[in-house]
């Protein structure tokens, strides 16, 4: 089956914008997490979406935000960018695996590199 | 915060020689994944051991959970040039909806 797929793959913008990253899970996932990856930071958890609502959220200003639709395709959006936002934001997602309430493996898309001048 | 640290922070061998990663941990999880990253690309999932599992195998991976130690190590048999890339451990917390946390990440080069 398809792979976790992200649009655009990259994207430059200056401080101040905004900017809307989208993730289109595989087929039958409905959980959709995203994270934030650096050099000097390393991978981070954004947030987490199941079935439209969101579960789980990581330390991160109120700028970051994000929504999954009934498809479960998500979108994030960071307002107001800042220079430091520059990274590459990876989106996963996950189905119910061994009758657990929640997702075991997750599934990286090949993710969205921003870079904000 | 990081919740697992992957030790070494880098490791360089010969193709043919086994590497060996470890990945340290701040709390009880529900299970322990590793990945695999190719120069910043997506991450692939590469072996899950849960919580109540000791050791587990696939093809020429081994991975080893110490729940007691909060440790996992990742042992790669028989290195191809092909396996450098950056391995991370994730630890899902225990309870609840899991909340998956990654490590520092281990940089692996294998020269051919």
């Known amino acids: 089956k398809a792979g976790v797929t992200q649009t655009p793959r990259y994207l430059i913008k200056t401080r101040g914008q905004q900017v809307t990253l989208s993730c289109s899970p595989i087929?039958?996932?409905?959980?959709v997490s995203w994270y934030q990856q650096t050099p000097g930071q390393g991978l981070q958890f954004l947030f987490e979406?199941?079935?439209?609502?969101?579960?789980n959220k990581g330390n991160f200003p109120g700028r970051f935000s994000g929504r999954q639709f009934s498809n479960s395709r998500s979108e994030m959006n960071v307002s107001t960018l800042e220079l430091g936002d520059s990274a590459l934001y990876l989106c996963?997602?996950?189905?119910?695996?061994?009758?657990?309430?929640?997702?075991?493996?997750?599934?990286f898309g090949p993710g969205t590199r921003l870079t904000v001048l | 915060s990081q919740q697992g640290e992957e030790d070494p922070q880098a490791l360089s061998i010969q193709e043919g020689e086994n590497a060996t990663m470890n990945c340290s941990y701040k709390?009880?999880?529900?299970?322990l994944q590793w990945y695999r990253q190719n120069s910043g690309r997506g991450l692939v999932h590469l072996i899950l051991i849960r919580s109540n599992e000791r050791e587990k195998h696939s093809g020429r991976l081994r991975v080893t959970l110490d729940t007691s130690k909060k440790s996992s190590s990742l042992l790669i048999t028989a290195s191809r040039a092909a396996d450098t890339a950056s391995y991370f451990c994730a630890t899902a917390l225990s309870g609840g909806y899991q909340k998956v946390t990654f490590g520092t990440g281990t940089k692996l080069q294998v020269i051919p």
């Open positions: 709390t009880s999880i529900n299970n």
């Open positions: 087929s039958g996932h409905r959980s």
């Open positions: 979406y199941f079935s439209e609502t969101q579960r």
């Open positions: 996963a997602s996950a189905g119910l695996a061994g009758g657990q309430p929640a997702p075991d493996t997750q599934y």
